[in-house]
């Protein structure tokens, strides 16, 4: 039984529960009533809050835990409130507590699994502290309510009950989940042994429901939809039934479900879980064939002790530093690694620069093949901003998900026009206060309650960040401006990723990477529309934006040149400075723009085997342009110049003039050459003066196309 094992089978003897005839209305709401007052009834009844104190606590049940859920979601307050404590999920799929076994279980390949052939073993070699047991849904076997299976069911608790606090420790017991079929009885019978625990609260037990909260919530969500279920099969929850299970739990510690909505930290924390707990169920021995074998302890409390360290890091990470004096020692690895001829870049050090980072740090795109992309053109306005500007609309539609991108191009050009492409932070109307453009809906999110929410912005927020986007400017230089919503692609938050692009392909690949992708296959249109000259654009971004266009410009060499403006940690600052934002410090505060294995690197930056300069390095021979701000600290202005400084040689090997200084300049004063840098006076922003720059940067490079 279980996600992890076989679907339960029942011999021909075994007669299941009929189903109950369909209930009539004063039916229902006399049920209706009865699971309310069950609610009332827990939250009069349910105890009060228990420190947690346990340094190891040690999870019992059946396949319900060893899916473990409901334990990771636990097991994330407890990394975050106490992260000395200890979580061994040792549930065992198919077991029983009471020992009982239907005939013919598993097509009579084996016998359900008795928790007490291995609970001594369990108790003297995992030495708990607390054990949380949860059993019930296997001792009843399915069938009727029948007296001698109660009994049963009531003696392999009190023994279980009995040989834990022999040992000293605590032990916490949880009402069975429900059996979630409405047309089947046999939620009644482990109704009657939720019952019955919550009884023993009397002689002493500690004990938490959750099975009267999983059936109130079933009974409320099945009033919009009668045949809601959280489990399929009627006994294993999905995740949502899991966390409704563990929030009564968590409650009795004072906890909160908070932590387990970090799904950076809960993928860590769920590797921890499992790893201990295959590990330990093999070291200690079962009877249920066909578990997966954990590995040798010693191996699997060394990985784990890894993970716990990237969880104390993700969630601690070491504070930030903005002393120059304070800036640690540090090697930048090389970038050319012997390498001595352009072609040796090219055939072999590119390609594994590249590598690095997207095994590392991006994570790996997609590949697109025929039919994953089409783009439609909605609207088209020649006389748009007073007869400045003609402004398209076209929806991408990248593996069946809709993108919108915003085109502004110069009226009466005679020739494809040079342009410049780079993502908006708040949506395509936020760029100018154009009254054509569309205002289209968002996916919000609050952190503090965990609630997503899609929004249509208000109509004042339209060209609410026009200071950032000088289009006619733009314009009037002859270039055009094409630019998409960073939430079109992916909401930018942790769970985000739902209603973005990486839903439609999961992988390995961080939200960044999924933005920077998504600028490629604004290229790809461009490519197809004869406005454009798509041999001249120029990828340009502003601080996590900055980030993916230097992404974007490293992976698609059509990208004619780059530009990143206050791009920082994880874009064109030095990461070894540990100065400003650092690796810790972005994978706590934005733990989805990355891939997962970028985690390891928090406070450990040595151990990084790519650094900014290389990254800036993959755009070469094209021409390049970092810009930084003064009162930017958090960017680390210093750390930007110098990535510009340590890529030079790959751009000089490759035949250009690179960058050709070595002494930060003045703020307000542009230097370089195929690599251009600035820092500009002021704070983090992307400014007029900053357009200004780059429009002449591009003229400089392309008067003679």
């Known amino acids: 039984m279980g996600r992890r094992c076989h679907a339960l089978h029942q011999s021909a003897r075994t007669q299941p529960v009929p189903p109950t005839h369909q209930p009539r209305r004063m039916e229902n709401m006399i049920r209706a009533l009865a699971v309310s007052l069950v609610g009332l009834a827990l939250a009069l009844s349910a105890p009060a809050a228990e420190p947690l104190t346990a340094k190891r606590i040690v999870f019992l049940g059946d396949s319900i835990t060893h899916g473990g859920d409901y334990v990771v979601d636990f097991a994330c307050w407890v990394a975050t409130k106490h992260p000395d404590a200890e979580i061994l999920n040792l549930g065992l799929s198919s077991e029983t507590v009471s020992g009982l076994s239907e005939e013919g279980h598993a097509g009579g390949k084996f016998p359900r699994p008795d928790l007490h052939e291995r609970l001594d073993r369990v108790l003297k070699a995992t030495k ?8 019930g849904m296997n001792d009843g076997i399915y069938l009727p309510f029948d007296e001698a299976r109660f009994r049963a069911f009531r003696d392999g608790m009190t023994r279980l009950h009995d040989a834990v606090t022999k040992t000293g420790a605590d032990i916490l017991h949880l009402t069975p989940p429900v059996f979630d079929k409405p047309t089947n009885n046999y939620d009644d019978v482990l109704a009657r042994y939720s019952a019955w625990l919550l009884d023993q609260r009397a002689n002493g037990w500690k004990v938490v429901d959750i099975h009267s909260p999983m ?9 919009d939809n009668p045949n809601f279920t959280f489990a399929r099969d009627g006994i294993h929850p999905d995740k949502d039934g899991h966390r409704v299970m563990a929030r009564p739990l968590l409650a009795y510690f004072g906890g909160t479900e908070e932590a387990a909505n970090n799904d950076t930290l809960r993928r860590l924390v769920e590797k921890r879980v499992r790893l201990l707990g295959d590990a330990w169920l093999t070291a200690t021995g079962h009877k249920r064939p066909g578990v997966a074998k954990g590995l040798p302890l010693e191996e699997a409390q060394a990985k784990a002790a890894e993970l716990t360290r990237q969880i104390n890091t993700m969630l601690h990470p070491r504070p930030a530093m ?11 690895p090389d970038p050319l690694d012997g390498v001595t001829t352009a ?7 590119r390609a594994e620069i590249l590598e690095l980072y997207r095994s590392q740090v991006f994570g790996h795109s997609p590949t697109v093949g025929a039919g994953d992309m089409a783009f439609e053109t909605v609207s088209v306005d020649p006389n748009a901003l007073g007869g400045k500007a003609v402004r398209k609309e076209v929806i991408m539609r990248l593996f069946g998900h809709p993108v919108r991108l915003l085109i502004y191009l110069p009226p009466g050009a005679s020739k494809p026009v040079p342009a410049f492409l780079s993502m908006n932070f708040d949506g395509n109307h936020t760029v100018s206060s154009d009254p054509g453009i569309t205002i289209t809906e968002q996916w919000t999110w609050d952190r503090k309650s965990n609630q997503e929410k899609l929004v249509r912005p208000d109509e004042t927020t339209r060209g609410k960040s026009i200071g950032r986007w000088p289009v006619e400017m733009i314009l009037s230089r002859g270039y055009g401006l094409v630019t998409f919503s960073r939430a079109d692609v992916e909401p930018d938050y942790p769970g985000g990723w739902r209603h973005g692009i990486r839903a439609r392909k999961p992988g390995d690949w961080g939200c960044i990477s999924a933005w920077a992708w998504t600028a490629s296959r604004a290229l790809d249109y461009m490519e197809t529309d004869p406005a454009f000259d798509a041999r001249r654009v120029v990828v340009v971004g502003h601080s996590r934006l900055g980030k993916t266009a230097l992404w974007a410009g490293a992976q698609d060499e059509r990208f004619a040149m780059v530009i990143s403006n206050n791009s920082g940690e994880g874009g064109a600052a030095i990461t070894r400075r540990c100065f400003g934002e650092t690796i810790g410090l972005i994978n706590k505060n934005f733990p989805h723009w990355f891939c997962a294995n970028f985690k390891q690197y928090s406070d450990r930056e040595n151990d990084l085997p790519v650094d900014a300069h290389m990254l800036l390095a993959l755009s070469a021979p094209r021409p390049l342009y970092v810009a930084s701000a003064s009162e930017d600290l958090w960017a680390d202005p210093k750390g930007e110049f110098l990535a510009c400084v340590h890529a030079d040689p790959v751009y000089r090997l490759l035949g250009t003039d690179g960058f050709g200084v070595t002494e930060m300049p003045p703020v307000n004063t542009p230097v370089g050459k195929t690599i251009r840098y600035h820092c500009r006076q002021g704070k983090h922003d992307i400014t007029e003066y900053d357009w200004g720059q780059y429009l002449d940067f591009a003229d400089h490079h392309w008067k003679k196309l």
């Open 215 to 223: 059936k109130a919530r079933l009974a409320e969500l099945r009033k």
């Open 128 to 135: 708990p502290d607390l054990v949380i047991a949860c059993y």
């Open 322 to 332: 903005t002393d120059e004096s304070k800036v640690p020692t540090f090697t930048l």
């Open 343 to 349: 072609e040796q870049w090219r055939g072999k050090r």
